[in-house]
Nanobody
Framework: QVRLVESGGGLVQAGGSLRLSCAVSGTIILTYADMAWYRQAPGKQRELVATITSGLGTNYADSVKGRFTISRDNAKNTVYLQMNSLKPEDTAVYYC????????????WGQGTPVTVSS
């Protein structure tokens, strides 16, 4: 069983920064896993924000390119999302998941971490 616990969200003014963390535990070796961050804004579907492969290749949604950076520390079993130049439209609950074959591997999501960006 794999457990994913997101943290680091909060309330921030537009233009500010936050760093989200995803702690990974259970029957998974993070070193070999591709990971992803998603977000779900109120009244909207969950959307992919960024992915990072085991080989450190990264990909970003157009809406966050140049502002967000995904990274990982396999020794700490943690995946990060550094968010800079935040905008009100970044307001959402952010989730992490294992990324496999172009989609989230697990259908069951964690609690996520809420991010609110005020204008």
């Amino acid at each position: 069983q794999v457990r994913l616990v997101e943290s680091g969200g909060g309330l921030v003014q537009a233009g500010g920064s936050l760093r989200l963390s995803c702690a990974v535990s259970g029957t998974i070796i993070l070193t070999y896993a591709d990971m992803a961050w998603y977000r779900q804004a109120p009244g909207k579907q969950r959307e992919l924000v960024a992915t990072i492969t085991s080989g450190l290749g990264t990909n970003y949604a157009d809406s966050v390119k140049g502002r967000f950076t995904i990274s990982r520390d396999n020794a700490k079993n943690t995946v990060y999302l550094q968010m800079n130049s935040l905008k009100p439209e970044d307001t959402a609950v952010y989730y992490c998941n294992v990324w496999s074959k172009g989609r989230a591997l697990f259908d069951t999501w964690g609690q996520g971490t809420p991010v609110t960006v005020s204008s």
